[in-house]
């Protein structure tokens, strides 16, 4: 928790305000992370943790020579029965889909992972969501940054009931705030990077944010020079208690006040998945989740 990071227990008319809004990193919610490529043999990422308690959410990195924009890729074909989880990473680069299955296991007090494939389809006849167990074309599995192929380098995860994402969103729906429903999202907050953001660290403004309690969507802006920048976020809910996000689009338009409807205009842009990708994306997204009882409120 930052310095001048406040926690105090509230109830308003009877409802709970879950913490989130105003978080910075999530890294009071970290469960565990491992900086470093997946081989196929298994490697210890966690010293005495369960998997049985990797109920909130994962990020890994795609990296590796044959990946022309690396990033986050989407999480998916997640399952977890406390011995053994297994889940898929994939993220559409140019006209491919790229995947790298993940295996962790229970070894003793710690978690272990490793690379099971790489594989690779055209994104046209199977986009991002592809289940490759059933199909695509085998490649190199990357184990560093200059072999061909793709690999996984960086596994992140979040406890359950975690409201705050520290990392970039990425373009296809990723599992970003486990453990509440999207019904009872009440609000959020932002902040836009990339490498055509001039500004390093804006707080973003939220416009436009509609839930029918299934899908969610905002549009995140900053003034940047003479321009508005925008990136609109889409949400959707995922069972009873998983809410997935992803980019819809990344705009500017030169001339326009804060709070432009971006739906209805604007120039394309680049979406970024990290600081220094061309373009803009939006990151450290916090949910603020109201429902019956008491809570700590983060602001």
């Excluded at 029918?212 to 949400?235: L, P, R, W, Y």
Aim: proline share 3%; charged share 15%; hydrophobic share 40%.
């Amino acid at each position: 928790m930052n310095a001048g990071t406040k926690s105090v227990a509230i109830t308003v008319a009877g409802l709970m305000i879950g913490a989130g809004i105003g978080a910075r990193s999530g890294v009071a919610a970290e469960l565990f992370k491992y900086d470093g490529y997946l081989t196929t043999n298994a490697t210890v990422i966690a010293s005495n943790t369960a998997l049985s308690s990797v109920t909130g959410l994962i990020a890994s990195r795609m990296q590796g020579k044959s990946v022309n924009k690396p990033g986050l890729g989407g999480i998916y074909h997640y399952s977890n029965n406390g011995t053994m989880a297994v889940y898929q990473v994939q993220r559409e680069d140019g006209t491919w889909t790229k995947c790298v299955k993940v295996q962790m296991e229970q070894s003793g007090a710690d978690i272990t992972a490793r690379a099971i494939y790489a594989k690779y389809d055209a994104t046209a006849s199977h986009p991002a969501g592809f289940d490759f167990d059933t199909g695509g074309t085998a490649t190199v599995l990357a184990t560093n940054d200059t072999v061909d192929g793709y690999g996984v380098k960086l596994i992140y995860v979040n406890k359950e009931n975690s409201t705050n994402w520290p990392f970039y969103i990425p373009p296809h729906l990723s599992s970003i705030c486990g453990g509440y429903r999207l019904a009872n999202l009440a609000n959020v907050s932002a902040k836009l990077g990339g490498a055509s953001i001039l500004d390093p660290d804006p707080v973003a403004h939220i416009y436009y944010f509609t839930n029918n309690g299934t899908t969610a969507s905002f549009q995140a802006q900053t003034v940047d020079g003479v321009n508005i920048k925008c990136v609109k976020i889409e949400m959707e809910a995922s069972g009873s208690s998983l809410i997935k996000a992803r980019v819809a689009y990344a705009k500017y338009m030169t001339g326009a006040a804060l709070g432009y409807n971006f739906d209805g205009g604007g120039t394309i842009f680049d979406s970024a998945t990290a600081s220094a990708d061309p373009g803009y994306g939006l990151y450290d997204l916090g949910v603020a989740i109201v429902r019956r009882g008491t809570a700590i409120l983060i602001n």
